[in-house]
C-alpha cells in the first residue's frame, strides 16, 4: 500500500508549493530519478507560480531522439502552456542541475523570475560556473540565481548515473 500524497515533502503539479526551494527540490529530484529509466541523463526540474507546482519535467533527450528535449526547455513549455503566456515573470524554475547555455538563454527568453538550482556543471554550467547568462546586463533580462540547493543529492545522482555507464 502506498502512502499517501502529502504536499508538504512530495509537492506535484497543482500542489501549494511548501515555503522554501528545498520541497520543490525534491521534487525536481524525483523527476530528475525517472530520467533514468529511459537512459537519460537524471536532470529534473520543476516551475512554481504562485505558489503552486505548474510544471514537472525531466531530461528526454534519448527517449524523443530530440537534443532540446531537457528538463528545464520541457518545464518551460508546460508553465507556458498551464499559465497561457509565455512571460514567466512571476515564476521560479528549480533545476537539479546547472542550466547549461540553451537552458538558460531560454529562462532569459522566458523572463522567468527567479532560477534555483542544485549541482553546480563546471564543464557546460552557463549559470555561474563557465559563464553568467542570467545576470548579464547586455541581455534584456536578469534573473536572480540561487545555486546548491540539495546539491549533493543532485551531485549524487549524476555521479551514480555516469559510474553505472562506465
Known amino acids: 500500500m502506498t502512502a499517501p500524497h502529502d504536499p508538504a515533502t512530495n509537492p506535484s503539479p497543482g500542489d501549494a508549493a511548501p515555503d522554501g526551494d528545498e520541497p520543490a527540490m525534491r521534487l525536481a529530484l524525483q523527476e530528475a530519478a525517472a530520467a533514468t529509466a529511459h537512459g537519460d541523463v537524471p536532470v529534473g526540474a520543476v516551475v512554481v507560480v504562485g505558489g503552486r507546482v505548474v510544471s514537472s519535467r525531466h531530461n528526454e533527450r534519448e527517449r524523443s531522439a530530440d537534443p532540446t528535449a531537457h528538463a528545464e526547455i ?8 498551464a499559465t497561457g503566456t509565455w ?3 512571476e515564476a521560479t524554475m528549480v533545476v537539479t542541475l546547472e542550466p547549461c547555455p540553451m537552458c538558460a538563454g531560454a529562462l532569459v527568453a522566458a523572463r522567468i ?3 534555483v538550482y542544485g549541482a553546480t556543471d563546471p564543464k557546460a554550467g552557463a ?5 553568467q547568462l542570467c545576470a548579464d ?3 534584456n533580462h536578469e534573473l536572480p540565481v540561487t545555486a546548491g540547493v540539495l546539491a549533493d543529492e543532485a551531485g549524487a545522482l549524476l555521479s551514480d548515473f555516469f559510474a553505472a555507464r562506465r
Open 74 to 81: 520541457l518545464a518551460l513549455r508546460d508553465a507556458a502552456a
Open 87 to 89: 512571460r514567466l515573470e
Open 113 to 115: 523570475g527567479r532560477l
Open 127 to 131: 549559470c555561474g560556473s563557465l559563464y
Open 137 to 139: 546586463p547586455r541581455l
